[in-house]
């Protein structure tokens, strides 16, 4: 009498983490052909990790200049902006690239079983080593303009992870959403370009008043411009990188935590909520 295996997406949680664990080469292998596409017949290669952000970096700095925006008025106009360029640059590639991950690889999810998770988090380690080479243009900078970071930048491996877990609960939100609404494939864009002039990319948070009296009461202006999870993070870099006048807004921080945690937790919710379905409507 023959038997038939039918297998699912994590038939329960202990089994699906375990699938994890044993498709972990998968996962070297999705994040290792990511890079190896990206960049295939390009003449400077695996530069561009390295032109992208410096060439937004000299726009920006340009920007600045012309308007007359002071930067934190002691460091370096370049590094000020170059401080806030590295984490959002790779927030947002990381958030583009892992959002669409699912659809990219959709002959490989329609076909065969394994943890979908793998997908969009081997998108993000590749955004993650994009991000690992464009930080040596922030040594080259300091080495220029001589600049020695305080003591702060010990505790700049928190902020980077900090980012890992936006990157990861945003990119798993629309990873997830983007299977069943391809209209997101037109806002992701959308997104991205308006989150950078939402980021303090351009001005210190400490800038931002308090409080603004709005028909007779006072609206926290900085907190609630603080909710947004990449303001703590950006603040955080410059913090631990430029020191001097760049302080962390403490409510800032406490909410970009709260807010990387529940993106986390939720995105890592809904994914595996609608897993299963992946398959059919992809």
């Not at 009296?213 to 006072?218: A, F, S």
Request: with cysteine.
């Amino acid at each position: 009498m023959s038997q038939r295996l039918i297998i699912e997406a994590g038939r329960t949680e202990r089994q699906y983490w375990r699938d994890l664990w044993r498709y972990r080469e998968l996962f070297y292998f999705l994040a290792w052909r990511d890079l190896l596409v990206r960049y295939k017949q390009t003449a400077v290669g695996v530069a561009w990790s390295f032109v992208r952000p410096v060439l937004a970096m000299a726009v920006l700095t340009l920007m600045m200049k012309v308007s007359k925006l002071p930067g934190d008025g002691v460091s370096p106009l370049p590094l000020f902006v170059f401080c806030a360029m590295l984490p959002w640059q790779f927030f947002s590639t990381a958030f583009s690239e892992s959002g669409s991950s699912l659809i990219t690889n959709s002959n490989l999810v329609s076909k065969i079983y394994f943890p979908r998770l793998v997908v969009p988090a081997s998108s993000i380690i590749t955004s993650f080593v994009d991000f690992l080479i464009a930080s040596v243009f922030t040594v080259i900078l300091m080495v220029w303009y001589r600049f020695l970071p305080p003591v702060n930048i010990l505790f700049l491996p928190v902020f980077v992870l900090l980012t890992l877990g936006a990157s990861l609960g945003t990119g798993l939100w629309i990873a997830a959403l983007m299977v069943k609404y391809r209209d997101f494939r037109f806002i992701v864009p959308f997104m991205v370009q308006f989150g950078l002039y939402a980021a303090p990319v351009f001005a210190m948070t400490a800038k931002i008043p308090e409080t603004h009296l709005w028909h007779g009461m006072e609206v926290p202006v900085r907190l609630i411009y603080a909710l947004n999870p990449i303001v703590g993070i950006i603040d955080g870099f410059r913090w631990c990188v430029l020191g001097g006048t760049n302080v962390i807004y403490l409510p800032g921080f406490v909410a970009s935590v709260v807010g990387v945690v529940v993106l986390v937790w939720s995105g890592l919710s809904y994914f595996r909520k609608t897993e299963r379905s992946f398959a059919d409507m992809i």
